[in-house]
């Protein structure tokens, strides 16, 4: 087993993402501390490892406190006399938009899902200083690099986890401390629940594998970055996405392509016709003209010389 032995403190263990990680280490053999605010969802994950033959207990942690957090890694010491893994996964919503945001909202996402990793990795320093190792890993999240509507405090949570987490692993490495963040995109949590069909369905049009993540597969993620299979791993941002995409490629289906240098032809495109220019009075330089299936006209310049094939690839792919 890949982590027998181990002890692992995860935070918001007590639904979601953190209780299929809670689950998962417990698998392959880690001592497992569920830490969540609620004292009974963390309670019936604990009892859920321990059904399964594994070894938990539930801690009710408030991650923003710091008095709280200590208590909890005093206990964790206290029974399993170490800390081998933190996984900073506790996290809140409390989207609005800029103009509409309370300064307790922002302040409350910022003091969870921000300071709330400060404060746990923090608190387990000493000890993984004193064993001469350890592994923290954090909970960021794709907006933090794509930004999201509505979401000021998150992203900037978020965001500012994963700067964190490289100055601790510069800070942390030579002492045999390794420090990554996990990135997921879009999983199916309590979190998008609430998220109307017919927007769940656009934001999907945005993976490459056109489906919601699951906790389990964030869990083994999490699983590996942990293990010694990722010992070279260290400052490290790993996207467990889907393939995320920034923007949404246009269709375009090559039906035709042609070298012109007329640009009375190109007015009259049908969708998905793709040209070669020449270097003309219009265009400076040798390129693609193409129209989209939604009827919009583009222009690539192309430098070099490719065969017509290659070009309509390259021009799809734009």
Same mark, same amino acid.
């Given at each position: 087993?890949?982590?027998?032995?181990?002890? @692992?403190?995860?935070?918001?263990?007590?639904?979601?993402?953190?209780?299929?990680?809670?689950?998962?280490?417990?698998?392959? +053999?880690?001592?497992?501390?569920?830490?969540?605010?609620?004292?009974?969802?963390?309670?019936?994950? *604990?009892?859920?490892?321990?059904?399964?033959?594994?070894? @938990? =207990?539930?801690?009710?942690?408030?991650?923003?406190?710091?008095?709280?957090?200590?208590?909890?890694?005093?206990?964790?010491?206290?029974?399993?006399?170490?800390?081998?893994?933190?996984?900073?996964?506790?996290?809140?919503?409390?989207?609005?938009?800029? &103009?509409?945001?309370?300064?307790?909202?922002?302040?409350?996402?910022?003091?969870?899902?921000?300071?709330?990793?400060?404060?746990?990795?923090?608190?387990?320093?000493?000890?993984?200083?004193?064993?001469?190792? +350890?592994?923290?890993?954090?909970?960021?999240?794709?907006?933090?690099?794509?930004?999201?509507?509505?979401?000021?405090?998150?992203?900037?949570?978020?965001?500012?986890?994963?700067?964190?987490?490289?100055?601790?692993?510069?800070? %942390?490495?030579?002492?045999?401390?390794?420090?990554?963040?996990?990135?997921?995109? /879009? /999983?199916?949590? &309590?979190?998008?629940?609430?998220?109307?069909?017919?927007?769940?369905?656009?934001?999907?049009?945005?993976?490459?594998?056109?489906? %919601?993540g699951e906790p389990e597969e964030i869990a083994n993620a999490y699983l590996w970055l942990a293990s010694?299979?990722?010992?070279?791993?260290?400052?490290?941002?790993?996207?467990?996405?889907?393939?995320?995409? =920034?923007?949404?490629?246009?269709?375009?289906?090559?039906?035709?392509?042609?070298?012109?240098?007329?640009?009375?032809?190109?007015?009259?495109?049908?969708?998905?016709?793709?040209?070669?220019?020449?270097?003309?009075?219009? =265009?400076s330089s040798r390129g693609l003209f193409g129209r989209n299936s939604n009827g919009t006209f583009q222009?690539?310049?192309? *430098?070099?010389?490719?065969?017509?094939?290659?070009?309509?690839?390259?021009?799809?792919?734009?």
């Amino acid at each position: 087993m890949r982590m027998e032995n181990k002890v @692992a403190i995860i935070t918001g263990a007590g639904r979601g993402i953190g209780r299929a990680t809670a689950l998962r280490y417990a698998e392959e +053999g880690a001592r497992v501390v569920v830490a969540d605010i609620d004292q009974d969802g963390a309670k019936n994950v *604990a009892d859920e490892v321990g059904a399964k033959g594994g070894n @938990a =207990f539930a801690a009710q942690a408030n991650v923003a406190d710091r008095n709280s957090v200590s208590e909890m890694v005093q206990e964790t010491v206290g029974r399993y006399g170490r800390v081998d893994i933190l996984v900073n996964n506790a996290g809140i919503l409390r989207d609005a938009q800029l &103009r509409k945001m309370t300064e307790e909202n922002f302040d409350g996402v910022i003091d969870v899902n921000l300071k709330g990793v400060f404060n746990c990795a923090q608190a387990v320093i000493p000890v993984m200083l004193e064993q001469g190792s +350890g592994v923290i890993l954090n909970a960021s999240s794709v907006v933090a690099a794509y930004g999201n509507f509505g979401q000021t405090n998150y992203v900037a949570a978020k965001a500012s986890v994963t700067g964190m987490t490289k100055v601790w692993a510069r800070e %942390l490495g030579r002492k045999g401390i390794r420090v990554n963040v996990v990135s997921p995109g /879009i /999983i199916r949590t &309590r979190m998008t629940e609430g998220i109307p069909e017919k927007v769940m369905a656009k934001l999907l049009e945005r993976v490459a594998s056109n489906r %919601l993540g699951e906790p389990e597969e964030i869990a083994n993620a999490y699983l590996w970055l942990a293990s010694d299979e990722a010992s070279y791993v260290n400052g490290h941002t790993l996207a467990v996405d889907g393939g995320r995409l =920034f923007k949404k490629t246009a269709s375009i289906q090559i039906t035709e392509i042609e070298e012109v240098d007329n640009e009375e032809v190109f007015g009259s495109f049908d969708p998905g016709r793709v040209c070669v220019c020449k270097r003309s009075a219009r =265009f400076s330089s040798r390129g693609l003209f193409g129209r989209n299936s939604n009827g919009t006209f583009q222009w690539k310049p192309c *430098a070099g010389l490719y065969s017509y094939s290659a070009m309509g690839q390259l021009f799809k792919s734009w």
